[in-house]
């Protein structure tokens, strides 16, 4: 299914595959509206100095200029322009930018391409769509958002056909606190080696702790302990109470996870856990850090991250605290595309093609197809009367239901392709099954 | 209303602007399924040999290299990548790149953002938003779809709230016959000269002309006859005979413009005009050719353009015909809402806003939310149980037309925060007026 782009890392879609995405964008397009996010569109240009800000991806960054005309953009000019790489940076310069005009708490959503100069591999790509939401205050925002913006993720994620998945959710109070609780000063140093747990396993982590963090044997020890904990309720919390460690700052992330998944036990059974494992963006988030990965596919990588950020950006003396997340768009598409698992109906929008029977008939057959579209129905007329088994393998290749024929007396027939059957109808009145309105899409037939 | 652009050349709208924008694209798309167009969506990025095979605009193209990786992008190197400067050559690239998985004639719709490095100026941006339609056949491509496009362009525009615009078609056959039938071999040089005639009038013109192309008085003076000639109907085709040039080529051209010209009077009245000035475009297009402005605001300059290649694209010995269309998305949303002459009814998709008695009817809240949107009514939950006061001027600020309430006694209300009018009502039931169900969007209030 899914061919080999022209250009490594820049994927393209046939037109039944875009059905396919534009189904996963409009319906979190739709769950994000129902729940009053508004959209934002930002350009997709950023000065350098503002992408460059928090200064560690500058090679990720594609730099833009003006061919023949410009000095080439380079990392070293703060006023050069560059490709956004994710949507957060931008929002917060748009927030900063835009902040007398916005109410706070301002909630929007926001779908567009980024682009990051990676070596492509499988998941990874050098222009996506990214489709973020996010709340942020002025001064404060309340920890309820955290809480909702789990929900809401859940439910979009849910109406996505995706099959099952995990919202893994840890928080930066807890971890940080835990270690300064057990005696650990350096948080951010014991953080990067618990992230590496997965990948070179707890012996060589409990090493690097020791060596690298100056941890006793106990306090390593204690620090993996506490990466075991995943719950999918709140029963982490009495699991980490266990592990005997006080501090004011763990009992701070002990309530906010608590509340969390405690919510969400209730409101999205099954898809919230407690996963405190999760190290990887403790250090850029404050509080909250979600991540999220296809259960069963887990190798993917996470498909859907976010947090808190205390202070997502500034402005004189005015902070703006954040919190959101970011769908991989077109990880997901492409993982649906690859495997066949999801597809089209039909690969163009039209539910019924107008035959001629002339050329002459054009102009009433537009009549016709006028009619059908007057109602909301997709009608297509054909361009010459070739004969009527072509017109309809014209129909049936594109995965069009239905054909029209007016006959010489003015009546009307119209075809379903698939069952043969063909009835006499009334273009102002006629209309195909529900189903056969639009493309459906979905899980390929099991 | 328009704020100035942090980044000339780069705008970018509040969210209650972005929902005039939503409105136009949503309506567009809408239009052009409707006529059984299907969406393609092509990279962001082209390779510099792709983009400058034309060769002329290669100063507007902005090329994209990785910062400090590696070299700059030239437009010396054909490998090297830029971005779109529109959606008509990535499109033919696609359509020879993925011609085996298409089915022609093929039709499709384009909505994305292109890159120009021009100078910005009143319409003109350096990053802007096109949609697009066109409709590319294998070898052979009929006519019908010249008639067709621009009826679903009339219908299309007509859709928008932008007042009343004039569609006007000329053809390239028509003009160059009538040249050549004049004995003025030279067509590209009078199509040149012709096309100056809005900016520097008929005399200057004609002088031009006879010095530059080597046209007799009489010749210069039928060449500018052609071109004041502009009907609402196929008259046109009259007073160019009356004008007694003779060529094949010509007749060829009236007949397509006729047919043109002739189902617009009947499908789009008032819509479509023959205009026999027109002549940009005429040197790139080979058959016909469209503009559109807006009536009272034609210096804006057209706002959709396009017309018929014989060859949009080829792959070894096969050709694509192919016709099609560009809106200029950007430049309407941006006069309308420069001019303040559409607005939405409110900033936010949230049509209630439920209020909170106390912090711990949070979730009790959020279960009234999910019964609404769960009826496709967007609902949001506030965060914190301030003073009802307060929180209905939250909602209204943001303009949620209605805000709802649960009492003690666990029965609901529902308030109309414009008239002020409160009602019992049900979450499984209650819905608002279908006018009030999401933003409204439409020409200020008259």
Chains 1, 2 share one sequence.
Request: aromatic share 8%; hydrophobic share 40%; charged share 25%.
């Amino acid at each position: 299914m899914a061919r080999k782009a022209s250009l490594s890392g820049f994927p393209e879609w046939l037109p039944n595959e875009r059905l396919v995405e534009l189904h996963i964008l409009d319906t979190l397009r739709r769950t994000f509206e129902l729940h009053g996010f508004g959209n934002v569109e930002t350009r997709a240009v950023e000065t350098v100095g503002q992408l460059l800000r928090k200064g560690e991806i500058d090679k990720e960054v594609y730099g833009i200029s003006r061919l023949q005309a410009d000095e080439p953009a380079t990392g070293d000019d703060p006023n050069a322009l560059a490709l956004h790489f994710d949507l957060t940076v931008p929002f917060a310069r748009y927030v900063v930018e835009n902040a007398g005009h916005l109410s706070f708490p301002f909630r929007r959503y926001q779908i567009q391409k980024v682009w990051r100069g990676e070596r492509p591999q499988e998941g990874r790509f050098r222009e996506f769509t990214q489709a973020d939401i996010d709340v942020v205050g002025d001064g404060k925002l309340p920890f309820k958002y955290d809480v909702e913006l789990a929900l809401v993720i859940a439910e979009a994620l849910s109406a996505l056909p995706i099959g099952d998945f995990k919202l893994r959710v840890n928080n930066r109070k807890l971890a940080e606190g835990f270690y300064l609780g057990l005696g650990l000063a350096d948080t951010a140093g014991v953080l990067r080696n618990i992230d590496k747990l997965e990948k070179i396993g707890a012996d060589k982590v409990k090493t690097l702790l020791i060596d690298e963090v100056g941890a006793t044997g106990e306090q390593a020890d204690a620090a993996l302990a506490l990466a075991q904990i995943r719950t999918e309720d709140t029963s982490f919390v009495d699991q980490v109470r266990a592990l005997g460690v006080e501090h004011e700052l763990l009992e701070e992330g002990l309530a906010e996870l608590g509340e969390v998944v405690g919510m969400a036990v209730r409101r999205a059974p099954g898809r919230v856990v407690a996963d405190l494992s999760i190290a990887r963006g403790l250090d850029y988030y404050t509080g909250t850090v979600y991540e999220t990965v296809l259960v069963g596919d887990e190798k993917l990588g996470s498909i859907c991250s976010g947090g808190r950020y205390e202070s997502l950006a500034t402005k004189g003396s005015r902070t703006f605290p954040g919190v959101g997340l970011s769908i991989g768009v077109t990880r997901l598409v492409s993982r649906m595309l690859g495997d066949g698992s999801v597809t089209a109906s039909r690969s163009v929008p039209t539910a019924v093609y107008v035959t001629l029977a002339n050329d002459d008939a054009w102009a009433e057959a537009q009549d016709v197809a006028a009619q059908l579209r007057s109602r909301g129905i997709s009608a297509e007329v054909a361009s010459s009367a070739e004969k009527f088994g072509k017109q309809i393998k014209f129909a049936d290749k594109r995965g069009i239901p239905f054909v029209w024929f007016t006959q010489a007396d003015g009546t009307h027939e119209v075809k379903d392709i698939r069952s043969g059957e063909q009835v006499a109808a009334d273009p102002a009145t006629w209309s195909p099954a529900p189903e056969d309105l639009t493309p459906r899409v979905g899980t390929a037939a099991v």
